[in-house]
């Protein structure tokens, strides 16, 4: 089984100034052998965070971190399956009175649709995705 990062991870690691190369390198001390992906949508949240960077430096620094996933990691798009499986669950967990970010619902079918787990800080949004194995860093 492989697992997605969600942008919680990633964003903790970049403020705590880390560049991507060590933040993988301790993903992967804790998962071993299992391949690390990105969700396009982590992507998005990476650059909506780069591009409201407070300073020029700051904006660099996101900028170079992005750049380095982009190296080292697979990115997995949003397919029509992960787009028609992620309207499912969001009109079930509706239905229920469940609401949760649309991108983090995405990366969670994604991880999903690809048999994977996703890692994350924020296990709360991704626990309310049926069937998804959470991994809490």
């Known amino acids: 089984m492989g697992v ?3 942008s919680s991870i990633l964003i903790t690691a970049e403020r705590k100034g880390n560049n991507a190369r060590q933040m993988l390198a301790a993903v992967s001390s804790q998962l071993g052998d299992t391949e690390i992906a990105l969700s396009v949508l982590t992507l998005l949240e990476l650059a909506h965070g780069a591009e409201r960077a407070d300073t020029l430096e700051r904006k660099r620094i996101r900028e170079q971190f992005i750049g ?4 080292a990691l697979p990115v997995h798009a949003i397919t029509a399956a992960i787009a028609l499986r992620t309207g499912q669950i969001d009109g079930a967990n509706q239905a229920k009175g469940m609401r949760l970010p649309l991108a983090d619902l995405l990366i969670g079918v994604t991880a999903l649709e ?3 787990g996703v ?3 924020n296990v709360r949004h991704f626990h309310m995705i049926p069937g998804l194995s959470v ?3």
């Open 119 to 121: 890692a994350t800080r």
């Open 114 to 116: 690809l048999g994977y």
């Open 135 to 137: 991994m809490r860093f």
């Open 68 to 71: 380095e996933l982009l190296t």
């Open 4 to 6: 997605i990062l969600d």
